[in-house]
């Protein structure tokens, strides 16, 4: 590995006359001072300024939280394309590890495949319908292809699950999966590292509050996720009350499916618990999930002794160690063709 410190690159979804995120400074922040230098780069929707901005940074890393490209989460694959075809080294998962997480209908496969225990589910593409076995209502509803639950909902019969199908082929363009709605705990779990060594980070969970009534379906939707923070609205705590056997049962589930699904460097992997059974079901795999200094990965890290700071530049380390060898030969972007929008 080069040695540091690095000039870094934080690249990020930039939509035009709205503020930067408040991550693209954290992350920032934190690589600074580790001692590297940072410059922040953000693109909207232009391929060949995308490719210029890098080239002209000269930087020995891209650290890679463009989650977004040209308001389209699902380009999010593209924009780790690009870098591979310019051989820039960058964090996070690639675009295989990107596109089988995408799409939540071979994730699932790819995960039965491994003995990991999911919920039954169906998917629906506008004529006709697969499934895994005899769903059972409620069932969640969302886009095959979604991200921070778009689309998201629960329903309680056909009528509803009906209803729901149409909308998201209509405001989507996307085939639907329903699975069936698990009772119990929200668990979600930090990985860190190489596939060959991966880390797996203590459990966060998602303590919905007072305000869910128990009429009211628990689930993590997006006001759930975006909605402004309220006493007793829903937060994220550090449970204490978890068998060792449970924390294994995730544990070894969350490295499988970091592996199957061909991630780096960090990830998320969400879970319910059943109050039935207790069995723990993988609900989620989220490869390059958020990184805000509150953010699920970052609260594991912390009780694992590893502050933020150092959580972002661990990131890059990892990034370095496994991409420097194929930088030798990289191609020099900024000397790049022009490459036209779209």
């Known amino acids: 590995m080069a040695p540091g410190p690095w000039r870094i690159a934080v690249l990020h979804y930039q939509p035009k006359g709205e503020p930067p ?12 001072e580790g001692g590297h230098d940072t410059v922040a780069i953000g693109v909207d929707e232009s391929v060949s300024d995308l490719v210029r901005q890098v080239g002209r940074s000269r930087a020995d890393l891209v650290f890679n939280i463009c989650e977004t490209f040209a308001d389209d989460y699902r380009l999010e694959v593209n924009v780790a394309a690009m870098l591979e075809l310019a ?26 495949y ?21 769903l059972r209502f409620p069932v969640v509803v969302k886009p095959v292809r979604s991200d921070a639950s778009l689309g998201l909902g629960v329903e309680k019969d056909l009528e509803g699950l009906a209803r729901r199908v149409r909308r998201i082929r209509e405001e989507f363009g996307d085939e639907a999966l329903a699975e069936e709605f698990i009772e119990g705990r929200e668990l979600y779990v930090g990985v860190l590292g190489d596939p060959s060594r991966p880390e797996v980070l203590p459990v966060v969970e998602l303590d919905f509050g007072k305000k869910w009534s128990r009429k009211r379906m628990k ?20 449970p204490t009350d978890l068998s060792d056997e449970l924390l294994g049962r995730i544990s070894r589930a969350a490295i499988t499916a970091f592996r199957a699904l061909k991630l780096g460097d960090y990830a998320r992997i969400d879970f319910r618990v059943s109050s039935a059974t207790k069995d723990p079901f993988l609900l989620e795999v989220n490869p390059n999930p958020y990184l805000e200094a509150q953010c699920e990965v970052a609260l594991g890290a912390r009780e694992r002794g590893l502050s933020y700071p150092a959580l972002i530049r661990r990131i890059a380390d990892t990034a370095m160690q496994r991409q420097v060898p194929a930088r030798t030969k990289a191609v020099p972007v900024a000397e790049a063709p022009a490459v036209s929008q779209g």
Do not use: M, W, Y
């Open 87 to 112: 051989r820039v080294p960058f964090t996070g998962s690639g675009t295989a590890g990107l596109l089988l997480a995408q799409d939540k209908v071979l994730t699932k496969q790819l995960l039965q």
């Open 21 to 32: 995120d408040p991550v693209v400074g954290q992350v920032c922040s934190a690589l600074e």
């Open 219 to 238: 689930i993590a939707n997006r006001e759930v996720k975006f909605g402004p923070e309220t006493a007793g609205s829903p937060r994220l705590v550090l």
């Open 114 to 134: 491994h003995g990991v225990l999911t919920p039954r589910f169906a998917t629906f593409d506008g004529g006709s319908l697969q499934t895994s076995g005899d």
